[in-house]
């Protein structure tokens, strides 16, 4: 998103017959892209993804955010493969105009 800022905190739970795997980014080192993940972006724009302490972090201290200037950015975790399971991410907008929901 043009001028955005998003927080992400990443869950990911697999199906019955593989184990739940939850994912965060506490232990990894700030200021870069986490290792082990693809950033980029499906449009316009260059993303620019960081793991970042933020005191507002359901599982303290980092989250991974979003800061460049993209249509729409994306980060896949690398390696995921999910079949009849789910992914709940918690997400903190900050700005903002693409895909806005007021």
Known sequence: MKAS????????MATALADAETVNFDDMKAGVPPPGW??????SG??????????????????????????????FKNGTSIKDGFVDVKFKPIAGKEDKTT
Do not use: E, Y
């Open 5 to 12: 800022l998003f927080t992400m905190i990443v869950t990911t």
């Open 38 to 43: 693809t950033a980029t972006q499906t449009s």
């Open 46 to 75: 260059t993303a620019k993804w960081t793991v970042d302490k933020d005191n507002s972090a359901p599982s303290k201290p980092n989250v991974l955010k979003q800061s460049g200037q993209a249509t729409f950015p994306v980060c």
